[in-house]
């Protein structure tokens, strides 16, 4: 790793991609939570906090399809991936704090183009592998990986410059909700998928270490992308779609501290923290100790 890194948070105040109000306030309830102070604990230098908003004329109207509010996931995503591609160029790490995780979309459009060979980790009690064809919500966090592989109708190739990331580059970890549309394409990709049981049976660390020899090895950089749902809701209660049985505080922070020994994360996403669905404010302030975890902060 190098000695001071640079930090540049990409803050995204997005709900639209999981339908539930409340998203979009992530950004403030992480930086509120401690973010910058966590950054500088971590060695890091903060760059400061931008926002990536989508712009949409007034009398848009919702358009029909099977992706609701597509046309604002689509900007929103365009801007996230302007913001990150220029804070890479810039020499920053992008730090990119959602809203839901349809704002990944924009992430790894960005990340793309300027690394076409990058590793992916998706840490996540989802897959996020649905189509048009086969999401069941209609909810645009539930598809950015099938955007992201080309595999959807929506490909990231559609913003420009960036590029299809690589099923063999890509490994989803804290996996336990799949639809079945997501178990074909996981199937027929080959795609890594290193469930909850795996770290039941394995540890978290062992895990992570077969992560990283997927999407770190010879790969231009690991991108790690985040979903709080990955945490069992009782650590982490403000998320939108909560699933029972995910990692604990240890082992979500044992994650992040094998990722960042590593030295090969170049960039993440923190997403799908719901203020509102948690007053006590504890899941934005465990969102940004993993961030910093990530970034390098350790005890000793
Ligand atoms: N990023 C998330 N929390 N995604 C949840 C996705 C849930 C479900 N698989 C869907 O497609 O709607
Ligand atoms: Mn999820
Ligand atoms: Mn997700």
């Known amino acids: 790793m190098n000695d001071r890194r640079k930090v540049q948070v990409i803050g995204v105040p997005f709900w639209k991609g999981c339908g539930r109000r409340g ?15 966590l950054v500088a604990a971590a060695g890091a230098e903060w760059a400061g906090s931008v926002e ?16 609701r509010h597509l046309t604002e996931v689509r900007r929103m995503a365009s801007a996230v991936a302007d913001r990150v591609s220029r804070a890479h160029d810039a020499g920053c790490f992008p730090l990119v704090v959602g809203g839901d995780h349809s704002v990944a979309i924009g992430s790894l459009a960005g990340m793309t ?21 086969t999401t069941p919500s209609g909810r645009a966090h539930g598809i950015p990986l099938a955007v992201a592989l080309g595999q959807a109708e929506w490909k990231l190739s559609a ?9 063999d580059r890509l490994v989803l970890v804290g996996t336990r909700d799949l639809d079945p549309g997501e178990r074909e394409l996981i199937r027929a990709e080959g795609i890594a998928c290193l469930t ?3 770290i039941d049976r394995e540890g978290i660390e062992a895990v992570m270490e077969r992560a990283l020899a997927i999407a770190g090895r010879g790969s231009e950089g690991v991108h790690v992308s985040l979903d709080m749902d990955a945490l069992d809701p009782i650590e982490a209660p403000g998320v939108g779609t909560p699933v029972p049985g995910g990692l604990s505080y240890r082992e979500a922070r044992m994650a992040m501290e094998t990722l960042a020994a590593s030295g090969r994360a170049v960039s993440m996403d923190l997403v799908e923290v719901n203020p509102r669905l948690d007053p006590s404010g504890r899941t934005a302030r465990l969102a940004a100790e993993l961030a910093a975890a990530l970034l390098g902060r350790r005890l000793l």
């Not at 930086?31 to 910058?36: H, T």
Request: glycine residues 10%.
């Open 159 to 167: 913003l420009p410059d960036a590029a299809p990331i690589r099923p």
């Open 113 to 133: 183009r300027r690394r076409r060979d990058l590793g992916v980790v998706w840490i996540d009690a989802h897959g996020d592998l649905n189509t048009e064809r």
């Open 196 to 198: 909850m049981r795996d």
């Open 23 to 37: 998203a979009e306030l992530g950004p403030k309830g992480v930086l509120q939570a401690g973010l910058e102070d």
């Open 52 to 67: 990536a908003k989508p712009h949409v004329p007034s009398g848009t109207r919702a358009e029909q399809g099977p992706i």
